[in-house]
């Protein structure tokens, strides 16, 4: 009984009067700003329209997949399935406009649908067959990604008609402009964080990331909750796929996906998620996508080799989890 008690304390409690605004947050947009200024100097054409558009349309299907990534690592877990089902999806979804010439709310459903359908898999067998996230996550990817291969059947996807202009980079694809795809992830990004700050059920999420145990002796329903992070991520992969498609010309390869969970993680990551789970905003997450994005376009336009941005997004990785861990370290002392 008093072990049970003791569980009952040490559960996490999420505060409704939190800040609007992390100090990560707005390290991470005095650190764009400074970057922005100094690329503007250095490279006029990065400030102009031309280059920041296509930067922002970059930035809409990794600050998207991030939401879904952000609820997932503050349940102390993790997807690394997602560029796996960003591939299912979009060959999924590329052949059934190819061969119907569906009208784009029905395209739009189908992506997500195959995701959320892919995302729930992940969900049942971690939430249900207690199972660690990293294996399971890891074992799919590659089935998934199997899956994928197997569709495409050897060849690329040709003929892929503009659907998905409206999320593109040209004139159909901006309102005022600003890329309609950003515009989508950055209300997806507002909806999540009112839903984690106001909602009981987005509270949940913290507790469950910071003591499990605890949260289901408190009346947590931590299986749904896990099953619908992973369902959810999976279909804002598939909506992803959509804006992944619109960057591209009307043919489809098998790269597409390839290595976007890894620039996710690092968004996610880089915006002030704990790694160890309980503590994390989707606000920080969008800004972390930013300044991953803002790295790679800066180096192409600055003409310098491209492994200079992975080795760049690492340190910032770096920086980020390291605090973290030392900020975790200096709570328990105290």
Not at 167 to 190: K, Y
Not at 206 to 220: D, H, P, S
Request: with cysteine; proline share 4%; net charge positive.
């Amino acid at each position: 009984m008093s072990a049970t008690a003791s569980e009952r304390r040490s559960a996490p409690r999420v505060r409704a009067g939190q800040p609007l605004v992390t100090a990560q947050e707005l390290i991470l947009v005095v650190v764009i700003a400074v970057m922005w200024v100094v690329l503007g100097f250095t490279t006029p054409a990065f400030l102009t329209p031309g280059s920041l558009q296509p930067l922002l349309v970059a930035v809409a299907p990794i600050a998207l997949i991030g939401v879904g990534m952000t609820c997932v690592i503050i349940t102390a877990g993790i997807d690394v399935s997602v560029g796996a089902i960003v591939m299912v999806s979009a060959v999924t979804t590329g052949k059934f406009l190819v061969d119907s010439q569906a009208p784009l709310p029905l395209a739009v459903l189908l992506a997500m649908g195959v995701g959320a359908l892919l995302g729930a898999l992940n969900g049942v067998l971690i939430a249900y067959g207690r199972v660690h996230a990293i294996i399971v996550t890891f074992g799919t990817a590659n089935l998934f990604q199997f899956l994928g291969l197997r569709i495409f059947n050897s060849s690329t996807v040709n003929g892929i008609p503009p659907t998905f202009e409206v999320f593109g980079r040209g004139a159909a694809g901006s309102f005022l402009g600003v890329p309609i795809s950003f515009a989508i992830s950055v209300a997806v990004v507002l909806i999540a964080w009112w839903y984690l700050r106001n909602v009981r059920g987005g509270r949940h999420l913290y507790a469950i990331g910071g003591n499990a145990k605890a949260a289901r002796l408190i009346g947590v329903r931590t299986g749904r909750s896990v099953l619908a992070v992973y369902l959810l991520t999976g279909a804002l992969a598939g909506l992803a796929a959509c804006f992944v498609i619109a960057q591209g010309t009307s043919t489809l390869d098998q790269s597409v996906g390839a290595g976007m969970e890894l620039k996710v993680i690092a968004a996610v990551v880089i915006g002030g998620t704990s790694i160890l789970g309980g503590r994390g905003s989707v606000l920080g997450t969008l800004l972390g996508a930013v300044l991953v994005q803002s790295v790679t376009s800066g180096v192409t336009q600055l003409g310098w080799p491209s492994q200079l941005s992975d080795l760049l997004v690492g340190v910032f990785i770096i920086i980020a989890v390291g605090t973290d861990i030392a900020r975790k370290r200096l709570r328990s002392n105290r």
